[in-house]
DNA sequence: GTGGTCTAGACCACT
DNA sequence: GTGGTCTAGACCACC
């Protein structure tokens, strides 16, 4: 697993390693019932510490991404493909609704924040 | 001055302040060499610490929002409105950015992004 | 008397009306008995507090340059120009003491800071 | 690390601490990636407040002299060493500049005041 | 352990 | 009165 942790970013570690996990997940790099590396070797991978990638299995447990097995290891889980993209839709929705916010309290209006958005994709 | 304070929020206090502030100066309801309420009756007002309320003070003028005179007080600073507007563009910018991002490593399409915007913005 | 104040200046005021006090009394602007705008009616024409005032012409007679009259006003003082032009020579030698030491410190040479002063001196 | 608080000058203690930083950067007593005392043992150590000690390293980290790490630590940063040279004389020409003014506003000849500054760097 | 934030007081300098 | 600085604690998130 090839996972870039930047340590001067704002986003906590655990954090960055959840997304790119996920991002592979939706990316079928990862698919269901494959194993995660263990978090003793990620953690020496990243050179960070092994809690800080406990951390990160956990969340993603707790989000119905992974399945730890007790003594083997965390796997990806069998999961509705459907479901797990409405929850990565719901997120970058909801991303995009505090962003709109924002622009509105600053006194931009509908259209010039379409605008903005739009000069940014097209960058894509 | 109405500035609500969300304490349970993970957004800092001082930040809550500063946006605060920054949009009433977006919309006009703080104009140019307004005095804005002490550092201490701020803090009296919201309950808060007067250190948090001159963190806020401190760093919005920082970034060149207000100036303060030593004995006097915190004035909205005599700013530029186009260079304010271009701040506030470029604040809104880089957010869809880091959002459009996301949205790419979780293996959305740009198509897919703008669509989500779009049904965002449509609730304006 | 002209006196310009810089509100934005981390100098304080007092500090600036005693320093171009003194500068016009180096200048010849102001001689001997020479009186001084009167507390209230300079306080008005710079649009600052009476207290300001009084604290800096307080703070000149402290030092000599100039002698209160109660009732009547602030006069500059009889001063042997010898002993005031010395005062003003320390004054300038202690800064450039500070400067240079924290020169020093920065790792800077002899020579080095030298040639700083000169391109400064230089732009006269 | 050997920092000395003068707690009855008029410079505030982050401020000292500031500039006692720099110079051991600039002195090469700290190299990049080399990491400061904890804000908490360094307060300890000067027994003053941790509150201080974050605040010295807060205002290095926005002029660019360290960079913190969350849950980590507080880094000497990868500096342009040129251009952290600049940044010093910088510093020294502004305090330079200043000095020969306040000798101009006394009635100090260009000769004189650069006689008074020899006769300080002469005693180096 | 680390830094990030906040509190409820205090004293000082400036107006 | 104002802001500028500092204290001695506290709780939280992160590593």
Redesign the pocket.
């Known amino acids: 697993m090839r996972i870039i942790i930047n340590n001067s970013s704002m986003v906590?570690?655990?954090?960055q390693i959840m997304e790119q996990v996920k991002a592979m997940i939706a990316g079928k790099e990862l698919k269901e019932n494959d194993i995660l590396p263990s978090v003793r070797s990620l953690a020496k991978e990243l050179k960070?510490?092994a809690?800080?990638v406990k951390?990160a299995y956990d969340l993603l447990e707790e989000e119905g991404f992974t399945v730890t097995v007790h003594g083997k290891g965390t796997y990806v889980a069998a999961m509705n493909t459907e479901r797990m993209l409405e929850e990565y839709k719901k997120e970058v929705e909801s991303e995009f609704e505090e962003t709109i916010q924002k622009g509105k309290r600053y006194g931009l209006g509908k259209d010039e924040i379409r605008e903005l958005f739009e000069i940014i994709i097209e960058e894509w």
Chains 1, 2, 3, 4 share one sequence.
Do not use: A, F, G, V
């Not at 906590?12 to 954090?15: N, R």
């Open positions: 906590p570690i655990y954090e960070i510490s809690l800080t951390k």
